[in-house]
């Protein structure tokens, strides 16, 4: 029973590790296309792209049209806040290591905690 905690244990960390190290990746990847000012002609490339056929049926293409220029001026005024993201950014993926660890922390505690409730009331003590 041991042996199982700390096997599922350890997949737990694999799995944990993996999906912080993309999130890492695709913040890196984020702040790099924010520094580089392509961050706001890539949400305006998505936003005034096209309609989807599936979805066309269902919405009016005048309030379609409505909705992309009021999300091209938003996008417009972000332009201006782009700078202070790309800042920030450049703190996701040290902060994203630390929770990493927090969680790591966290999930050893636990195991450790099972394996010692598994261990029996006479070796306890």
Known sequence: MKTLVWTVCALLALLWTG???VVGQLG???AEVVASGQATDLATAAVMGPLPEALAR???PLWLQGL????????AGL???WPSVSGLLSWLVPLLWLVWALGLVGLLALAGGLHWLLRGPATRR
């Not at 992309?68 to 996008?75: F, V």
Request: proline fraction near 0%; avoid cysteine; glycine fraction near 4%.
């Open 79 to 81: 332009t201006e806040l």
């Open 28 to 30: 890196a990847w984020l």
């Open 58 to 60: 269902w919405i009016d």
């Open 19 to 21: 999906a912080l190290a």
């Open 68 to 75: 992309q220029a009021a999300l091209a001026q938003g996008l």
